[in-house]
């Protein structure tokens, strides 16, 4: 990275802009303003130290950036878009999204992006059933593939940039045309979600007649449909985005089924294991995400009053029910009257009963895992 000072706009503070946050944080000569329709998760986001300064008006966070990050779901990235062009922007900057879908987009950058601005769609291949901002990491992206998809006419050099500046998401970028993403990601991400919640819809249905359903629902159960706990708005979006390549697949789905079914028909035992021998084969050789291993974190994050003796009031709280801590820290980020204060506690047991008491105490407390 250059020595250079710059600036960093991200528009969505939430699991992933705030994960992008946080790996650009890694950078000193970075500077981070979050952008949210909220002021909630931007709040949250300077207690837990992602951004160093929040703003719900998308001129002021905009202004300085040589890089903006669109963060918010889907079909709020393609509004954005539209919102940018009539925007005071920096000469040289890089818009950039995150966003699970990328053909319509990359769409609707081309339509209404000035030409002075550079449009470079992105999707990292990593994220979680879990949203918002406490749920962000800056090792959610590393060593995942991170998908850049530049238009024909992109200079090379910003992408160059832009994957100069990903370096610090540790993800590996990778570079494809919007519809092959769209295609690919269809099939090994959205239609795996419909999937999923068709499958728990289902079974929630059965349930209604016999409650046993869902008390036996163990490990095969739960491991094929931990995805079904996502965000439901963003994945309304990512299938209105992607809508064609989803039916194709759908169909391709029908078919796939109705083989199986045939062959459960016909009473065909090579042919029944012959089905799940294809699909091991292939499941056991998908190249393996080596990805870091997470220590577990005991940190409360505390929002704090700017006056004397709130850090005392915090430790006697907790010293009189014998909590122990082991680190306290004063995070200087913010900007407001608030400060945010950090509690490395002992264990994982004590740092539970420091939060509710502490929530007792009416604390604005978070935490990030
Ligand atoms: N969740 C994943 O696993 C995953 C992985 C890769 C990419 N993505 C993509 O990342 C984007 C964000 O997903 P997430 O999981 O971080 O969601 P999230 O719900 O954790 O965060 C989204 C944030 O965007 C904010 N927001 C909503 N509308 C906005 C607007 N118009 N302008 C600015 N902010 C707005 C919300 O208030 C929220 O804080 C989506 O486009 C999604 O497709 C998600
Ligand atoms: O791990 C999960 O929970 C995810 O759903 C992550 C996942 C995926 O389908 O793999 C979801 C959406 C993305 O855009 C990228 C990654």
């Known amino acids: ?38 002021q909630e998760p931007l709040d949250k986001a300077l207690t837990l ?30 509004a954005t878009l539209q919102h940018l062009q009539d925007m005071e922007l920096q000469p040289d900057v890089i818009v950039t999204d995150v966003g699970s879908t990328k053909a319509g987009i990359v769409r609707q950058a081309v339509e209404v992006i000035p030409e002075r601005v550079t449009f470079i769609g992105g999707h990292p291949m990593a994220g979680s059933h879990k949203s918002g901002v406490e749920a962000a990491s800056d090792r959610l992206l590393e060593n995942a593939y991170y998908v850049l998809t530049p238009a024909p006419g992109t200079p090379p050099e910003k992408v160059e940039r832009l994957t100069e500046l990903l370096s610090l998401t540790r993800a590996k970028v990778v570079q494809m045309d919007a519809d092959t993403h769209d295609q690919v990601v269809g099939a090994v991400s ?80 090579e042919g029944i294991e012959r089905f799940f021998q294809t699909a091991r084969d292939f499941r056991d050789g998908l190249p393996e995400r080596k990805a870091g291993a997470l220590p577990p974190l005991n940190d409360l994050y505390i929002d704090i009053p700017d006056h004397p003796g709130e850090i005392g009031r915090i430790t006697t709280l907790l010293g009189a029910k014998q909590i122990n801590i082991t680190n306290l820290q004063i995070r200087e980020t913010r900007e407001d009257i608030y400060g945010a204060l950090r509690i490395t506690f002992h264990s994982q047991e004590e740092m539970e009963k420091g939060e509710e008491l502490l929530r007792f105490f009416d604390y604005n407390v978070y935490r990030r895992s």
Do not use: C
């Open 49 to 78: 130290g992602v951004i160093h300064a929040g703003t719900t008006d998308l001129q002021t966070a905009v202004r300085e950036a040589n890089v903006i990050f669109l963060a918010a779901p889907v079909e709020q990235i393609v």
């Open 1 to 38: 990275m250059e020595m250079k000072k710059i600036t960093i706009a991200v528009i969505g503070v939430g699991l992933i802009g705030g994960s992008i946050a946080l790996s650009m944080r890694r950078d000193p000569n970075i500077r981070v303003v979050g952008y949210d329709v909220r």
């Open 190 to 269: 959205h239609f795996p979600h419909v999937l999923a919640s068709a499958l728990v819809n289902l079974v929630a249905g059965y349930d209604e007649e016999n409650g046993w359903h869902a008390r036996l629902a163990a490990g095969g159960f739960r491991d094929i449909t931990r995805i079904a706990s996502s965000n439901p708005r963003m994945w309304r979006d990512v299938l209105l985005q992607n809508r064609e390549p989803l039916l194709k697949i759908a169909k391709d789905w029908t078919k796939a089924l109705e083989d199986v079914i045939e062959l459960v028909e016909e009473g065909d035992p």
